[in-house]
């Protein structure tokens, strides 16, 4: 007969096995908040990237316009000089684009004023994915965001 520790060593292990096997692999965290300003509700959505390695927070930050809902205003500066109000805020705001950097025109039409639409493409696994698409009058436009585990490098892939 086991006695009550051996009977729980097996249950243990596989856990600490499953925790290891997590450690491993790549997931994607979104939050997102919502204040009502003079200008419109700003609207601030968080998107974390992580693998044991490395970790990256995207933020989309803008302004809900009630009077054309398809498009946006902003909250920072970066994004009246043409950047897509998508910046990355972490591993932290020192040094990096955390109001947007990159700009994104076809034949001189921007979209940086057009509001995208988000979804989580992997949540957890081997790789962890995310989507913003920008569905404009002149060009649908999409931006994909990965981490890969074992590797500390945000991977972005654009197309239209």
Do not use: H
């Amino acid at each position: 007969m086991f006695s009550t520790t051996a009977r729980f060593f097996p249950v243990l292990l596989a856990a600490s096995s499953c925790a290891y096997a997590a450690m491993q692999d790549a997931g994607a965290v979104v939050s997102q908040r919502s204040e009502p300003t003079d200008k419109g509700t700003r609207v601030v959505q968080d998107v974390s990237l992580a693998t044991a390695t490395g970790g990256y927070t995207l933020r989309y930050e803008y302004l809900e316009r009630e009077d054309d809902p398809a498009r946006i205003g902003f909250s920072k500066w970066a994004p009246t000089l043409g950047y897509v109000p998508l910046g990355i805020a972490e591993p932290s705001l020192e040094n990096w684009y955390n109001q947007g950097f990159f700009q994104w025109t076809f034949d001189g039409f921007n979209i940086n004023e057009y509001k995208a639409q988000f979804r989580v493409i992997r949540e957890f696994g081997p790789d962890a994915m995310v989507e913003y698409v920008w569905d404009t009058p002149k060009v649908k436009a999409i931006a994909r965001f990965a981490v890969t585990s074992r590797s500390d490098k945000l991977l972005f892939f654009g197309r239209y």
